[in-house]
Structure formats: structure tokens, C-alpha cells
């Protein structure tokens, strides 16, 4: 029904953006990121809609790009994925991210998504796999060997508790070309933060 709300951000809280268009004020759900991205905007904003109707329910689900809206009803075709956890699959992870581990076939990646257990993270590379052609990888996917993974994943959250942002973390942690464990490639990570 709506394309995309424009408008400027009357208040902002619990994931939620209340634009105010004039008039009338839309109470709209956003991603952490998204939330994250509009806490520092204070000029007009554009959100991308989708609608979700529910018997007792009318939601609004905002996005700052049309490919993260596609990428989000593309997630709903998916059996038991509802619009939270759509949106919190994009809290957790870019569209370009999640498309690298779907076609990758990368579960342990997509189950650590709070509330995305390992049978919805099956169904969705399953039913997803051959449907995300369309979206681009992330050029910040670390690629690294199978036996690195689980260090690299276990530095970069570290980096995110921290309180840098995930694709700085990602970018600092892919220029250590060497390390002998989690403690080294953290302390090598951080050198790539000081200014």
C-alpha cells in the first residue's frame, strides 16, 4: 500500500521511528541498524515500507534501501520467518552477508541470529538458494579458511562488544595477515582504530 514514507523523525525509540509526514505521524519498525543510522539523522528521511496486516495488528517495517526491502520480503516467503525475525536477521547482518551464507550453505553463520534456530537457518539457504541471485555479495565477507573461521567470527564480535561498528571490525581483522590466536589477532585488530 505504501511505497516509502518521507518525512522528518518526530521521536525514535525501541526500534521504532515515528516520521511525521505533516500531518500525521507513521510509527514505523527499523532494523538495530537502520535505528543505529537515523539516531544521527536530523534532516528529511526516506524509508522503503512494507505493510504486514494481522487480525489484531497493522505494522509498518522501514528501510533505508530498496534492496533491503526485497531482500526482507524475500525472507518472509520463507516457512516460519515472520517480519521480527526478518528484521532481526537485518539487525544481525547486511543483505550481502546473509546472500554469501546462503550460498555458501553457511548455517553456523545465520543461526546466531538471536531467535533464528537451526531449522529456520536450514530453510532459509534451502529455500532461498536459488532466489538471491539478484543481490550482490558483501565485499566485506571475511574470507579466510575453514579452521580460521571461528577465530575471525569470535574477534570480530569482540570488536562489536567494544563498540566498533561491524564492518569496521571486518575491515581491521581482514588486514592481519598473520596471528597465532584470538588474543593476537584482537590486539593486532585494534591498531588499525588508533588515530
Do not use: W
Not at 521521536?11 to 535505528?35: A, E, F
Not at 522501514?62 to 525472507?75: H, K
Not at 567470527?153 to 562488544?161: F, G, K, R, T
Not at 584470538?182 to 588499525?192: E, I, N, R
Amino acid at each position: 500500500m505504501y511505497g516509502y514514507i518521507k518525512g522528518t523523525i518526530d521521536y525514535i525509540k525501541n526500534n521504532q521511528v515515528c516520521i511525521d509526514t505533516g500531518n500525521v505521524g507513521y510509527l514505523v519498525n527499523v532494523s538495530s541498524k537502520t535505528y543505529n543510522e537515523l539516531l544521527l539523522e536530523n534532516d528529511e528521511i526516506k524509508l522503503y515500507t512494507h505493510m504486514n496486516v494481522k487480525e489484531d495488528d497493522i505494522s509498518l517495517y522501514g528501510f533505508l534501501t530498496l534492496e533491503e526491502l526485497d531482500f526482507f520480503r524475500l525472507l518472509l516467503t520463507v516457512n516460519s520467518i515472520g517480519p521480527k525475525n526478518g528484521m532481526s536477521i537485518l539487525s544481525y547482518y547486511t543483505v550481502g552477508e546473509m546472500v554469501s551464507f546462503i550460498l555458501k550453505k553457511d548455517a553456523k553463520s545465520i543461526v546466531k541470529v538471536p531467535g533464528i534456530g537451526a531449522k529456520a537457518s536450514e530453510k532459509i539457504i534451502i529455500e532461498l538458494n536459488d532466489k538471491v541471485s539478484a543481490f550482490g555479495v558483501a565485499e566485506d565477507v571475511v574470507n579466510t579458511d575453514p579452521e580460521d573461521d571461528e577465530t575471525v567470527n569470535e574477534c570480530v564480535d569482540a570488536l562489536i562488544s567494544l563498540g566498533f561498528k561491524k564492518k569496521d571490525a571486518l575491515n581491521a581483522v581482514k588486514k592481519v595477515k598473520n596471528y597465532t590466536d584470538l588474543s593476537d589477532l584482537l590486539s593486532q585488530a585494534l591498531v588499525f582504530f588508533d588515530n
